[in-house]
């Protein structure tokens, strides 16, 4: 989701603060004692605390039982102890009570009333994702160490008392991750999600298919992992549009990997139980080098293709045949069995229309359609994708592109271009989520100094423009304001390849971002905002979190190393036949380092053949069933 264009413009910016306050409550006092992130609506802190022993008990009614469950794993691992969770009347010390509360539907279903007293903990909500809540809230109070998974030792367990009340300010309230550039495991994915929990964000768009690689089993089109999956290299260095393909190089390492349709039912269950939606994002009509990799009729040439290894935008685009069509709600049926998500999102961006103009067949296609152009045909094949959707109680959601030649009824617009597309359709009486490059494009550099940072997309977005993001904008009409459903930070992936880099992007901007979505605008406070990041870092590190330091040094290196390149569900040749691995924790699998390679050093495989040795790798992490780092970098061009 993004262009030179885009690119050049924001590098050209000087990003300012916030506009103005939209929401006019009064300024309520912001207390650092308590250092939680987003920070609540109200906090009163009361004297004293509570202190947690091995005698603690959770008290439970029945609805909240499964969150009490959840509330004693949380704890276990530091403290050491295995908590008794129990339904019925709590006792009058030494318990944390857990309650559903019909009373508090004020506070909405995902708002929650937290008191903690000497004697006892009582978190109240309307429903189970205000109380799941209320218990992130109640880790965060307690000392960072409680996110070790080991007993830490001889440490005071104590919650400082305190009567908080919280509700979310948007229900939408995002994160994107990019699996297509480069694929991530599915056990980091799950990590993902933990990370979203805590921050009590709700949406996880999981971008599962673009140029470079199709990430989803789909059963009735399997050369869509088989091909579309696996690429032969990727593009070393920083990708320009302007440099000649014969000056461009490349690392010679095959990568590719996707995700079983078991696979990514574990993955929506993982999130359902901690409360986040998973939105899949199949693209069309654009970015589509994969799919038509895997089958090249449906392409405008019916030529072979190889899965695009290096990024920018491609000319390939989906025909606008009936047999596509069918081709590509037969994918989004498989794709509605496994995401019970409302939310379908179908990408819709940076759809080049070069091949659609010069093609004859589209040409009278279009004229057979009545649509006009190529924007028209664009409109009209969102909107098949929406009428489908819509006939199956599900809403069609696309970047703002699909503005373009008309809106289709039921669209969800994701505004990234700037927010002029999200104010265009929320007057249109569409839903919109703000996802601007300018706020939310957690790829970006995080430093002016770029030679300083990890190669990345571009860009400059720092901690403070992403606190200082304001997702309702000045020029939206208040009448308009309810269709924001929220926002969302976007983590693409061209220079992520692996998830150490990506956590070292995302955090702690979409920490920022976190609190930009839930806490009132009046709330906000930068100064206040880093001092509670202090000791949230903490709980991060205790995470294993590689975030970014706030001061840009030490710490955390980012890993710029290799990807990894997973073979497990891969045809492999065997006896001139192709035989799929066996999924799993018994699947044979490669993999290249973790950590990052300096920029400049070689990394080389060692293979089973060859038992020449390799250049030592600057991590000392390796995996089980791959002997060596595997990736040449290429020197870092600033750009």
């Not at 903990?121 to 809230?137: D, E, K």
């Not at 025909?319 to 069918?326: C, G, K, V, Y």
């Not at 294993?544 to 990807?563: L, S």
């Amino acid at each position: 989701m993004r262009t030179a264009a885009a690119l050049l413009l924001l590098e050209m910016l000087v990003i300012s603060g916030t506009a103005a306050a939209r929401d006019q409550s009064p300024a309520a006092p912001v207390d650092n004692a308590v250092a939680v992130i987003p920070q609540p609506v109200t906090v009163d802190v009361r004297q004293g605390a509570f202190t947690l022993t091995a005698a603690t008990a959770i008290v439970t009614d029945a609805a909240a039982h499964p969150i009490g469950h959840q509330l004693a794993r949380y704890l276990e691992p530091a403290t050491g102890f295995t908590l008794e969770v129990r339904t019925g009347d709590a006792p009058a010390r030494g318990s944390i009570v857990l309650r559903i509360d019909p009373a508090l539907e004020r506070l909405g279903p995902e708002g929650y009333a937290l008191d903690v007293e000497p004697a006892r903990i009582v978190a109240r909500a309307p429903g189970p994702a205000g109380l799941f809540y209320a218990v992130q809230t109640i880790r965060q109070l307690l000392p960072p160490q409680i996110f070790r998974e080991a007993p830490v030792g001889e440490l005071a367990w104590t919650v400082p008392a305190v009567s908080i009340e919280d509700y979310p300010r948007f229900a939408w309230r995002g994160a994107l991750l990019d699996v297509g550039r480069h694929f991530l495991p599915k056990e980091f994915v799950k990590k993902y999600i933990d990370l979203l929990a805590l921050h009590k964000l709700n949406t996880f768009q999981l971008h599962l298919t673009d140029d470079q690689g199709w990430r989803l089993e789909i059963a009735r089109y399997p050369k869509l992992t088989q091909v579309g999956a696996w690429r032969k290299e990727t593009l070393a260095g920083r990708y320009r549009s302007d440099q000649p393909e014969a000056e461009r190089q490349y690392d010679g390492v095959p990568h590719g990997g996707f995700y079983t349709q078991e696979d990514a039912r574990e993955i929506v269950a993982y999130a359902q139980a901690r409360f986040v939606t998973v939105v899949p994002e199949i693209e069309m009509p654009g970015h589509a080098v994969a799919a038509i990799a895997a089958y090249p009729e449906l392409g405008i040439t019916g030529k072979p293709v190889e899965v695009a290894r290096r990024w920018g935008v491609f000319s390939e685009i989906f025909n606008a045949e009936p047999s596509t069509i069918q081709f590509l709600q037969n994918v989004l049926t498989e794709v509605l069995a496994i995401f019970p998500s409302r939310y379908i999102h179908i990408g819709g961006d940076e759809a080049n229309k070069d091949m659609w103009k010069a093609s004859p067949r589209i040409q009278a296609r279009i004229k057979e359609l009545g649509v006009g152009d190529e924007h028209g045909l664009q409109s009209w094949f969102v909107r098949q994708m929406d009428a489908f959707l819509t006939a199956r109680n599900r809403r069609l959601v696309g970047w703002d592109e699909i503005l373009e030649g008309g809106l289709a009824e039921n669209a969800v617009v994701m505004s990234w271009r700037g927010t002029e597309g999200g104010i265009a359709a929320a007057r249109a009486g569409h839903d919109v989520i703000m996802t601007p490059t300018s706020h939310t494009y957690l790829d970006y550099y995080q430093s002016k100094d770029r030679a300083a940072e990890p190669i990345a997309l571009g860009g400059f977005l720092p901690l403070e423009t992403v606190y200082a993001f304001e997702p309702v904008p000045e020029a939206l009409e208040p009448k308009f304001a309810r269709h924001v459903l929220g926002a969302q930070g976007q983590l693409w992936t061209e220079y992520i390849p692996n998830a150490r880099k990506a956590e070292y992007m995302a955090f702690p901007r979409l920490t920022a971002l976190s609190e930009v979505v839930w806490t009132p605008r009046a709330r906000k406070d930068y100064a206040s905002f880093l001092e509670r990041l202090t000791p949230h870092l903490s709980r991060l590190g205790a995470l294993d979190v590689n975030f970014r330091p706030v001061d840009g040094k030490g710490g955390h290196p980012a890993a710029d190393g290799p990807a990894a390149v997973r073979t497990a569900n891969r045809p492999r040749r065997r006896s001139g036949r192709t035989r799929p691995h066996a999924s799993g924790s018994a699947a044979r699998r490669r993999y290249c380092c973790d950590r990052s390679c300096r920029a400049g050093s070689t990394c080389s495989r060692r293979s089973r053949r060859s038992r020449r040795a390799a250049p030592p790798c600057r991590s000392s992490r390796r995996r089980a069933g791959w002997q060596n780092c595997s990736r040449r970098r290429s020197k870092r061009h600033p750009g």
